[in-house]
């Protein structure tokens, strides 16, 4: 079955370490996102990709990194410089073909929290 | 800029009554507009969407919504509800004649529960 893979499901941080999120989709999309999930909050946008080796900073891109290598891989590295890393952390794919109107699929996150 | 909110966080309905999730949106021209279905601690899943036509969606599950673009709403009904329709539910926007035009901004969600 198609679908986006997310991993680790928990993921701990110690003080001062960069942690890397993976995300890997295999239903050929073009587009892929990272988003933050918060309590009581709508998803934030961090990163996202619409093509091979190209990105851009969303809404809180700040101590955060991605690559886009593969059309199918886009980690997440949550670097030391963010300070409030705890949340529930969501990547999801589009097939977008201009025009903007395909649904997201979504991967089944990775909860982070800080020992 | 593009904005979404949902007004409820909360919305209690008994099972096999109607069920009306709320969302109003604001977008500088013509919306594209989302709904999806959280269960704890799962991504997202897509229910329904409203891109250009009728203004009653139906999607999965037996969920449909209703585009009313006078009052600016989109919001998510069913005729008969669940128990296993418990969960939180997100409304999203993306306004099609503005730059990002791939961003979608999400709702804080209203979360659901169907008393047995």
């Known amino acids: 079955d198609g679908g986006i893979t997310q991993s680790p499901k928990y993921l701990f941080r110690k003080e001062g370490q960069n942690v890397t999120l993976s995300c890997e989709q295999n239903?050929?999309?073009?587009?892929m996102y990272w988003y933050r999930q918060d309590p009581g909050q709508g998803l934030r946008l961090i990163y996202y990709?619409?093509?091979?080796?190209?990105?851009q900073k969303g809404d809180i891109a700040e101590g955060y990194s991605v690559s886009r290598e593969k059309k199918e891989s886009f980690p997440l590295t949550v670097t030391s410089a963010q300070k409030n890393p705890t949340a529930f952390y969501l990547c999801?794919?589009?097939?977008?073909?201009?025009?903007?109107?395909?649904?997201?699929?979504f991967g089944d996150g990775t909860r982070l929290s800080i020992l | 800029a593009q904005s979404v909110a949902q007004p409820e966080d909360q919305v209690n309905v008994a099972e096999g009554n109607p069920l009306t999730v709320k969302c109003t949106y604001s977008?500088?021209?013509?919306?594209?507009l989302f709904w999806y279905v959280q269960y704890p601690n799962r991504g997202l899943q897509f229910l329904l969407k409203?891109?250009?036509?009728?203004?009653l969606v139906k999607g999965s599950y037996g969920f449909e919504a209703e585009f009313n673009k006078s009052q600016t709403s989109f919001h998510l009904k069913k005729p008969s509800a669940l128990v296993s329709d418990s969960a939180l539910y997100v409304c999203?926007?993306?306004?099609?004649?503005?730059?990002?035009?791939?961003?979608?901004?999400f709702g804080k969600g209203t979360k659901l529960s169907v008393i047995p």
């Open positions: 977008v500088s021209g013509n919306p594209y």
């Open positions: 999801a794919s589009s097939k977008e073909q201009g025009k903007g109107n395909q649904p997201q699929h």
């Open positions: 999203a926007v993306r306004d099609i004649s503005g730059a990002g035009s791939y961003q979608l901004t």
């Open positions: 409203y891109i250009t036509g009728d203004n």
């Open positions: 990709s619409q093509i091979v080796n190209d990105f």
């Open positions: 239903l050929n999309h073009d587009a």
